[in-house]
């Protein structure tokens, strides 16, 4: 079967289009990855740079010894909930229309770790020290409790990544035609054996009710970095959960135009349909007041606590030097996406799209305006001065994002970015599943098999035997 | 053991700034370049910190020399990810710079900003470097580095009453500071020992601890100025 | 590459790229090693033999004494030097700093010969041999030219020995022109010298007096001894409730020693004199005057007739008539309440000292202002009392000779073939005023001067009239120079010849301006010299060897050392005073000495000098008050609050009478009083007042990091000038902190970075004194010299130029 099919992927019928990125490369991708390789090795050079003659060639000063580095390490993780979170959670809530969207997400995730990771590492003093983190560890530390946190949901989400592939990379062993030893490993010798099936539905399923928490704890930690200091303004007990909610926000901004892209350069109008973008703009609308909701009432009890330390910090966020950035804050986080994803769109990719950016930008905004202008402040009077990022810091920025997108590029052109066989299982089972699951919300008789359908798995195995 | 603190009285302090460039040089800590410090990259253990209040002609001004605290609740210990940074048995907060992996979290959690980092590999131009201290170590860059109450000088004081066979007694160890100010408002010894100065001091009642709301618990106390209470108008 | 790469095209692009990298070294390996490059960063400090020795700090006239650590040959440490009466073991920032001068990366390293021209100076380092043979031939032909007396020397530090061999070498060389740039204090000595006759220090007990009011002086910021203020201030506030002393300091600016006061009382700039009329209002009309002091010491507070029958006014007629309260608070804009509480407080609370005038020589202070402070200590007789006002008696005469600062000739009572280049006998004062120099040299009056030699001092950077005094160097044909730095004035020498810096020569000093005891510190250099630099002293002993004669004779000494230790024997042969020691034996000492008793531990002058060496000086901790044949020298015997000197005085200047808008035989021109304010020209709205911080007191030390790191506190500034402006001028003028900006006056103009600062005046505007150098090291060459934009009184009665009060404008 495999010899009789290799490199002929039109034997997947309709399919067939979602492995064209991978058998074909236009060269545009190339121009693409070439630039995007210049910033890569632009920052490489920052970096270098920064090694050689230490963190004085950043902006960073005393009392502002965090800058655009923790920003964007805050920002990268944030953005990583895009993927698993919202993949999980709309997994485990059978939300029909994840299908096409859930691997899109989960690369994100894997993806944007590293760089997370890598925004700590750039910002030591001493990398060439890492390993103390490993020698000498202190529990105490909110920023070990990071360490152990972001290794652990690197892995959560890279199985969580992995699992769902395996089905896809045996179809690319047998028809991709390229690369054919490479995806045999990978493949683990999946052949869809209704056991397999068993085997891998259950490993998903246990993956996506782990990798919530993980995700969660994962960004509360990050915020705790700043909440277990006594600073003005980084001590507060919202932190948590108002990190939460902006990662996930930032992370379905990142989903959206991540699949816009796809959607344009790949031609998967088919998968990623309006519809998809019209259920995240609203998800996307939802965040962005429940993150207004949290930074309102942050900034409230602020204001009402009135402690002159945090004050100090709160003012020059509203009404000092920080003013613009905040209130472009709010104008990119708020404004702008309510905006827009409030009125009825006539052109609903678009309009995300457009709030998705602004929202990116928000948010990196929020970061920075939640890391230095405490920093800026502190209790102890101390002279003016200000941050702004170097060359070094905004080449490795630049570079980081640039990195990531390539890397990104670069999976779509060995793996299917629209997950194949979810593509299939819901064209070909999930429509009596669902109708099946409405019968049993209805009133009358309870159908038989509604626990089983409640739980998910036990249908799916029945609909695995028919795909082969 | 002892409890290792520092008392300093603000009435007696005229903000002269010895004890700034004592530190400095006693711990072989750079000057940067004038560039350097424009942008906010002075290495200071020890500063002087002014505040101003009012305004003209009523304004007031109040100076204080500021060290590490060496709290005993410290929160820069509390986050180092790498334990580089400890408390001693004797209460000196210490800093292993070998350790440090240059966070720069602990500088963060200081709510007193009294941690320093090296932005650059230290720099003693020309003939400057003759002038280093071999008791301590010059700090590499990329590290954290903090007052350490002179922590060499304790080493010394240690070997010098082993080598006399005698327990240390007061004004053996005192951090270069304290040994030269020229109004003598600082203070330094053994707070456990209830004969010392220094816990004598504590119990006066201009005696606080900076920031003592942050619950950070301080070893260095500070006394209140006080005011000018004597004296009597010649009746008219 | 092809506009269309392919995948082939693309690998090999990147696989170059990845390559290059590699080649270039930055592969994983690059990074490891690029790693081990970064550990083997660190500095590895030599350790070696540690070691403890005297010295003496020369950063200011107050001579601290220190105590330096040594390891193997290099300096350290400096700490201060417990047994010294002036500092006891503490320092000023300034005193820690002088390693930061001996290791100088920008010192001058070998003599230095200038072989371009005077206006391009190009200079080429040579040998000593070369450098001493020049000198010796210029002098030498000068003297064989009969043109001895036209070789002026300017001398800018602070050692008394050192400058009594100056002396002598001049004497002996046959010039009379050794002449000193002064201490800063010069308007308080002014007061001393026409109120109290007396040419020696001015001196305070700050530790035993219980109020001090301060007229702008800058008690904690380089006013006179400064570590020695600083003990005082401590044990002020060291004693038990109730005993405290108040200190109050009246300043139009928050400075430091204002927030540091017990009550910083605000006034407008320039008005001291009125505010200390006020006072002195409130003291007469409430009877608060010590009437015993008045009646048996004291002269010209009635008013009085002349031999010829003439009636004058009397201090008490001018204070009752122009000085009254709301006339005063008008001036002085200090509310009437305040003046009538700080009078019934300093009348309240003795012993009460006024002291006066701050030390920096630019800031608009006065001797009438000085003399209207320093009658405030008469009308409550704090002269002569433990904690007022004193007379240092000078070092024990008959080996001895007048302390530097003390150069004073009694008018023609010159030895030398020719007077004095500056002629003492036209100034109102008994010393010589360099800033007088460039009118000298100008207009080659007496006579053209042929050579100077300049030692310790930049007159160039630190005279308010010191783009005159460059000018004025160039009609000079021959010009040395003793800097250690390239300065400002050494740029306009022939010669440099690098003296050693405090650590590398045998150091000395006397006492610091305003402290009340004779004191001579000695100590031997602690580190061999770091450069090819020479002891000034020691280069004129050799020139006076080489000269041989009388010269020769004169100074038969071939070391520093050899010449200390014959005045050590002279200071033995006065049979007096105590070697330096604890706070204790001086008590101690004290305490005998008033008994009758002197109890030295020296027998000869060779255990003095063991001692002096051990402990650093020699002193005598007794003062004796109430010598009033000492302390009150004028021509009543008492004090004057009516100046006979300058009734004397003005008959023959009346030109000075008409300056100060008087007619000649006007009272007032010899009694306190407050000169008229000048208005600010149009165009120019701010009085700019320039200031002196402590890390740059006197205007120097801006070569050295460690206190240009600390030089504006309290408003986060260092390394760069700042203009200090009221946060509501600011507003007015839509300037906002931190912005650079223009400051013009009409005689120059400097941008400096603006501060607002709350403590200064409305109005008025500050720039620190001290930065602005033009030449030397890396580090000095920044900001704005004040001293370029204030316009300087052409001729001053004080003895030092003294900057007008000037008014800029302010623009971005």
């Known amino acids: ?468 | 053991m002892a409890r290792w603190g520092m008392v300093i009285d603000l009435a007696k302090c005229t903000a002269c700034q010895a004890c700034v460039v004592a530190c400095q040089a006693e711990n072989n800590v750079p000057c940067v370049e004038p560039e350097e410090a424009e942008r906010g990259r002075i290495l200071s253990w020890l500063a002087v910190v002014a505040e101003v209040q009012g305004s003209y002609p009523r304004v007031s001004m109040t100076t204080r020399p500021l060290p590490c605290m060496h709290c005993d609740s410290p929160p820069c210990i509390r986050v180092c990810p790498v334990q580089a940074t400890g408390i001693t048995p004797e209460g000196i907060v210490r800093q292993t710079f070998a350790r440090c992996i240059g966070c720069r979290y602990c500088t963060n959690a200081c709510p007193y900003t009294r941690r320093m980092f090296n932005w650059y590999r230290p720099e003693f131009r020309g003939e400057l470097q003759l002038a280093l201290n071999p008791d301590v170590t010059v700090r590499p860059k990329g590290v954290v580095e903090k007052c350490t109450l002179c922590h060499h000088r304790l080493m010394q004081a240690k070997e010098s009453v082993r080598a006399e066979g005698r327990p240390l007694a007061e004004g053996d160890y005192v951090p270069a500071c304290v040994e030269i100010c020229p109004a003598g408002a600082m203070y330094f010894g053994d707070l456990e020992d209830p004969e010392s100065r220094v816990a004598q001091l504590v119990r006066s009642p201009r005696a606080f601890r900076y920031l003592e709301e942050l619950g950070t618990e301080p070893k260095v106390i500070f006394l209140s100025q006080g005011e000018w209470a004597g004296g009597k108008q010649e009746p008219r | ?812």
């Open chain 1, 1 to 468: 079967m495999e010899n009789k099919n290799r490199g002929r992927p039109e034997l997947l019928g309709a399919d067939a289009t979602l492995l064209q990125p991978i058998v074909a490369t236009r060269s545009s991708f190339f121009h693409l990855a070439l630039v995007l390789l210049g910033f890569t090795s632009f920052a490489f050079f920052a970096w270098l740079h920064q090694l050689r003659w230490g963190l004085g060639t950043t902006g960073l000063n005393v009392p502002v010894y965090w800058g655009s580095y923790i920003t964007n390490f805050v920002f990268f993780i944030g953005i990583s909930h895009a993927g698993t979170l919202i993949s999980a959670i709309l997994r485990l809530c059978h939300a029909e229309w994840r299908r096409s969207i859930t691997r899109a997400a989960e690369v994100i995730t894997v993806l944007v770790l590293f760089f997370g990771v890598g925004s700590i590492i750039v910002d030591l003093g001493r990398p060439d020290r890492m390993l103390n983190v490993l020698k000498h560890p202190n529990f105490r530390s909110p920023l070990l409790w990071d360490v152990c946190s972001v290794s652990t949901y690197l892995l959560a989400s890279s199985i969580y990544l992995y699992l769902p592939l395996i089905p896809d990379i045996a179809l690319l062993r047998d028809y991709a035609g390229k690369y054919t030893g490479f995806y045999r490993l990978l493949a683990l010798g999946w052949q869809g054996t209704p056991r397999q099936w068993r085997v891998l539905n259950r490993a998903i399923s246990v993956m996506a009710v782990l990798v919530i928490p993980i995700a969660i704890s994962v960004h509360t930690v990050v915020s705790w970095v700043f909440g277990m200091t006594v600073q003005p303004m980084w001590h507060s007990t919202i932190f948590g959960p108002y990190f939460v909610v902006g990662a996930i926000f930032s992370g379905i901004a990142s989903l959206i135009i991540a699949m816009a892209l796809i959607r344009r350069i790949y031609f998967l109008q088919d998968y990623l349909k309006e519809i998809h973008f019209r259920h995240l703009g609203t998800l996307l609308l939802v965040f962005a007041l429940l993150w207004f909701y949290f930074t309102f009432a942050e900034h409230l009890t602020t204001y009402y606590g009135h402690d002159p330390a945090h004050l100090a910090v709160f003012y020059s966020k509203l009404a000092g030097r920080y003013a613009p950035l905040f209130w472009g804050m709010v104008l990119t986080c708020l404004v702008i996406p309510v905006g827009i994803l409030a009125r009825r769109r006539t052109r609903p990719i678009r309009s995300a799209v457009v709030a998705s950016v602004s929202v990116l930008v928000g948010m990196w905004l929020e970061r920075f305006t939640i890391v230095i202008p405490t920093l800026a402040a502190p209790r102890v009077p101390w002279a003016r001065v200000s941050y702004s990022p170097t060359w070094v810091e905004l080449g490795i920025t630049l570079g980081f994002s640039a990195t990531f997108i390539f890397l990104y590029m670069v999976f779509t052109k060995f793996f299917p970015i629209v997950s194949i066989w979810e593509v299939q299982e819901g064209r070909e089972a999930a429509l009596t599943e669902v109708a099946e699951r409405v019968k049993s919300y209805l009133p009358g008789p309870d159908v038989a098999g509604g626990a089983e359908v409640a739980d998910g798995s036990v249908p799916e195995l029945s609909r695995r035997e028919g795909v082969g």
């Open chain 3, 1 to 812: 590459m092809s506009p269309k790469p392919n995948r082939r095209e693309f690998l090999g692009i990147v696989g170059g790229g990845a390559l290059g990298v590699a080649t270039s070294g930055v592969t994983l390996k690059g990074l490891s090693t690029l790693n081990a490059a970064i550990a083997s960063e660190e500095v590895h400090v030599p350790r070696g033999p540690e070691a403890w020795s005297l010295s003496v700090c020369s950063l200011c006239p107050a001579g601290c004494g220190l105590r330096v650590r040594t390891i193997g040959k290099r300096a350290v440490k400096i700490q201060g030097n417990p047994l010294h009466p002036v500092n006891r073991g503490g320092l000023c920032p300034r005193g820690l700093a002088g390693l930061q001068v001996l290791y100088h990366p920008d010192r001058l390293r070998a003599p230095q010969q200038n072989v371009g021209s005077r206006e391009a100076p190009r200079w080429k380092e040579i040998s000593w041999e070369e450098a001493m043979e020049t000198l010796t031939r210029h002098l030498r032909e000068l003297r064989e030219r009969n043109q001895a007396h036209s070789v002026v020397w300017v001398d800018g530090r602070y050692g008394h020995l050192r400058h009594r061999l100056f002396r002598k070498f001049f004497d002996a060389y046959g010039s009379p022109n050794c002449l000193h740039t002064g201490t800063g204090l010069e308007a308080a000595r002014a007061a001393l010298y026409l109120q109290q006759g007396a040419t020696e220090g001015v001196a305070y007990e700050l530790e035993h007096t219980r109020y001090l009011l301060s007229f702008s002086a800058n008690v904690l910021e380089g006013w006179g001894s400064p570590v020695s203020n600083m003990r005082a201030f401590g044990s002020w506030r060291d004693a038990e409730a109730g005993r405290r002393t108040k200190f109050v300091q009246i300043e139009p600016r928050m400075s430091l020693t204002a927030a540091r006061a017990d009550e910083w009382v605000a006034l407008r700039p320039g008005t001291e004199a009125a505010l200390a009329l006020g006072i002195a209002y409130v003291l007469i009309t409430e009877g608060l005057c010590d009437t015993r002091f008045l009646a048996e010491h004291t002269f010209g507070f009635e008013d009085w007739r002349d031999a010829s029958g003439r009636s004058h006014m009397g201090f008490r007629s001018l204070v009752l008539s122009e000085y009254r309260l709301n006339q005063v608070a008008a001036i002085t804009q200090v509310p009437l309440e305040t003046i009538l509480r700080l009078a019934r407080e300093f009348a309240g609370n003795r012993p009460a000292l006024a002291i006066g005038g701050p030390q920096c020589p630019t800031t608009p202070g006065d001797v009438y202002g000085a003399m209207a402070v320093h009658s405030l200590n008469a009308l409550v007789g704090s002269l002569e009392v433990p904690g007022g006002a004193l007379v240092r008696p000078d070092l024990p005469q008959g080996s001895h000779g007048p302390h530097p600062a003390n150069t004073e000739r009694e008018p023609g009572g010159t030895n030398h073939a020719r007077e004095s280049v500056i002629r003492v006998e036209e100034s109102l004062l008994p010393w010589p005023d360099v800033s007088r120099l460039p009118q000298v040299l100008l207009s080659r009056k007496p006579y053209p001067v042929q050579a100077m030699l300049i030692h310790g001092a930049d007159p160039v950077f630190s005279l308010p009239n010191g783009e005159e005094f460059a000018r004025a160097l160039e009609a000079v044909p021959f010009v040395v120079s003793f800097a250690s730095f390239l300065d400002d004035t050494a740029a306009h020498a022939d010669l440099i010849l690098p003296d050693h810096t405090d650590l590398e020569k045998w150091q000395e000093s006397a006492s610091p301006p305003t402290f009340a005891f004779p004191l001579q510190s000695i100590s031997p250099p602690v580190v061999a010299p770091v450069h090819q630099t020479r002891d000034a002293a020691e280069v004129l002993l050799r020139v006076a060897r080489a000269m041989g004669g009388e010269m020769a004779e004169a100074l038969p000494y071939s070391t520093a050392e050899e010449f200390l230790r014959s005045q050590v024997a002279g200071i033995f042969a006065a049979q007096t005073g105590y070697s330096f020691s604890t706070s204790l034996e001086e008590t101690w000492n004290r305490m005998s000495e008033r008994a009758g008793w002197w109890a030295p531990t020296f027998s000869s002058a060779q255990e003095l000098w063991e001692e002096i060496r051990l402990r650093g000086g020699w002193w005598e901790p007794t003062y004796s008050y109430g010598e009033w044949n000492r302390a009150l020298r004028t021509r009543s015997g008492r004090f004057e609050f009516y100046s006979q000197r300058l009734a004397e005085w003005t008959v023959s200047h009346p030109e000075f009478v008409r300056a100060g808008g008087f007619e000649p035989g006007d009272d007032r021109l010899c009694l306190p009083h407050q000169l008229r304010l000048p208005e600010p020209p149009e165009g120019f709205p701010f009085l700019l007042l320039p200031v002196e911080v402590l890390p740059l007191a006197g205007g120097t030390g801006a070569e050295i990091p460690y206190l240009q790191q600390i030089a504006g506190p309290h408003v986060f500034e260092h390394w760069e000038s700042w203009l200090e402006m009221n946060p509501e001028t600011a507003k007015k003028l839509g300037v906002e902190d931190g912005e650079w900006i223009w400051v013009e006056s009409p005689r120059g103009r400097g941008r400096a970075r603006l501060r607002l600062f709350e403590g200064a005046r409305p109005g008025v505007v500050h720039l620190p004194l001290g930065y602005g150098r033009t030449q030397g090291s890396r580090w000095a060459c920044r900001g704005v010299n004040p001293l370029r934009l204030v316009a300087s009184e052409p001729y001053s009665p004080a003895g030092v130029a003294r900057a007008l009060p000037t008014f800029v404008r302010v623009y971005v």
